[in-house]
């Protein structure tokens, strides 16, 4: 056989060798590719499967925020008003048969969001407390430090992207301030996700803030509007990336502040964002069953 023939031969082979594996191997990249968009389907798939319904209360205590998270027999609380409110608050959460809260976070170190607090920690047993790593010298946070002490709990301070859960909702840290010439800008900011739906929580955060945090997973169905609706936040970058259907705003009636300001509520409805205000609703009620929110209001008894 000639050198020639036996070449011929050979390139055959190695043809005929690659018309069989080479198909048979791009048929396992289709299969292996098709598997792996049918695992990234059935994640998504049971992340939005979820048990229960996540209850979220947006607290009528007038000029001040607190905030009731709820889903599978665990709480969470978000602030917890003036200090004229935190006995209506223990009241209240007594009479809804709340005993332990898994989670209290104290956005920032003022008076309206921590004020109820020390009545809170005295009333209540508290698995995780969390609030910025940032003093202050007021009585109010003095006291919140003092009931701390007597019930020998300690705070922690979370790191941004840390993540946690509540029931089958998922909490993510999105922002936590240091030490600053602005309480407001230390503001722990965070976001709920349950199946579908997701809630982003914003403290007093300033729009120096919302510029921090553009580039994260903002997006979300309801938005905290930040710092009672003053025009120093929700600018229009921010409501865009959030794209919210609705918005929650905590102040109360005929407050010195005038909040929320005129530029605040034109720009959210410019985006056609719903929008619900304490002052004139009362206690908002959202209730999430991982697809759809509903929404209702009522008259609580926890503005002091």
Same mark, same amino acid.
């Given at each position: 056989?000639?050198?020639?023939?036996?070449? =011929?031969?050979?390139? @055959? $082979?190695?043809?005929l060798?690659?018309?069989?594996? @080479?198909?048979?191997?791009?048929?396992?990249?289709?299969?292996? =590719?098709?598997?792996?968009?049918?695992?990234?389907?059935?994640?998504?798939?049971?992340?939005?499967? !979820?048990n229960?319904?996540?209850?979220?209360s947006?607290?009528?205590?007038?000029?001040?925020?607190?905030i009731?998270?709820?889903?599978?027999?665990?709480?969470?609380?978000?602030?917890?008003?003036?200090?004229e409110?935190?006995?209506?608050?223990?009241?209240?959460?007594?009479?809804?048969?709340?005993?332990?809260?898994?989670y209290?976070?104290?956005?920032h170190?003022?008076?309206?969001?921590? @004020?109820?607090?020390?009545?809170? $920690?005295?009333?209540?047993?508290?698995?995780?407390?969390?609030?910025?790593?940032?003093?202050?010298? *007021?009585?109010?946070?003095? +006291? !919140?430090?003092?009931?701390?002490?007597?019930?020998?709990?300690?705070?922690?301070?979370?790191?941004?992207?840390?993540?946690?859960?509540?029931?089958?909702?998922? !909490?993510?840290?999105?922002? !936590?301030?240091?030490?600053?010439? +602005?309480?407001? +800008?230390?503001?722990i900011?965070?976001?709920?996700?349950?199946g579908?739906?997701?809630?982003?929580?914003?403290?007093?955060?300033?729009?120096?803030?919302?510029?921090?945090?553009?580039?994260?997973? $903002?997006?979300?169905?309801?938005?905290?509007?930040?710092?009672?609706?003053?025009?120093?936040?929700?600018?229009?970058e921010?409501?865009?990336?959030?794209?919210?259907?609705?918005?929650?705003?905590?102040?109360?009636?005929?407050?010195?502040?005038?909040?929320?300001?005129?530029? *605040?509520?034109?720009?959210?409805n410019? =985006?056609?964002?719903?929008?619900y =205000?304490?002052?004139?609703?009362? *206690?908002?009620?959202?209730?999430?069953?991982?697809?759809?929110?509903? $929404?209702?209001?009522?008259? *609580?008894?926890?503005?002091?």
């Amino acid at each position: 056989m000639s050198d020639r023939k036996l070449v =011929r031969i050979i390139v @055959g $082979i190695l043809i005929l060798g690659y018309v069989i594996f @080479g198909t048979s191997f791009m048929t396992n990249i289709k299969e292996t =590719r098709a598997s792996i968009a049918n695992v990234k389907s059935e994640d998504k798939k049971k992340k939005a499967e !979820v048990n229960g319904n996540l209850k979220i209360s947006y607290l009528d205590v007038g000029q001040a925020d607190s905030i009731l998270i709820e889903n599978n027999n665990e709480y969470m609380l978000i602030d917890a008003g003036n200090n004229e409110d935190g006995e209506k608050l223990v009241n209240y959460f007594e009479e809804n048969d709340i005993k332990e809260f898994k989670y209290v976070i104290a956005t920032h170190a003022h008076e309206d969001h921590i @004020g109820g607090m020390d009545d809170i $920690i005295n009333s209540f047993k508290i698995d995780t407390y969390y609030m910025p790593y940032v003093m202050s010298t *007021t009585k109010t946070f003095e +006291d !919140v430090l003092n009931a701390l002490e007597e019930k020998k709990l300690k705070f922690s301070t979370p790191k941004i992207d840390d993540t946690f859960k509540l029931g089958d909702a998922d !909490v993510t840290i999105l922002y !936590v301030g240091e030490e600053g010439s +602005d309480l407001n +800008d230390t503001s722990i900011v965070l976001k709920i996700t349950f199946g579908n739906n997701s809630f982003l929580f914003t403290g007093d955060a300033t729009s120096s803030v919302e510029k921090k945090i553009l580039d994260k997973d $903002i997006k979300s169905d309801v938005l905290k509007v930040a710092h009672h609706g003053s025009s120093y936040s929700s600018k229009p970058e921010f409501l865009d990336k959030v794209n919210p259907t609705y918005a929650i705003i905590s102040c109360g009636k005929n407050n010195i502040y005038n909040h929320p300001e005129k530029v *605040t509520i034109n720009n959210l409805n410019d =985006r056609n964002i719903k929008i619900y =205000r304490t002052d004139l609703d009362g *206690t908002i009620i959202l209730t999430s069953d991982g697809k759809n929110i509903n $929404i209702t209001t009522s008259n *609580t008894d926890t503005n002091g």
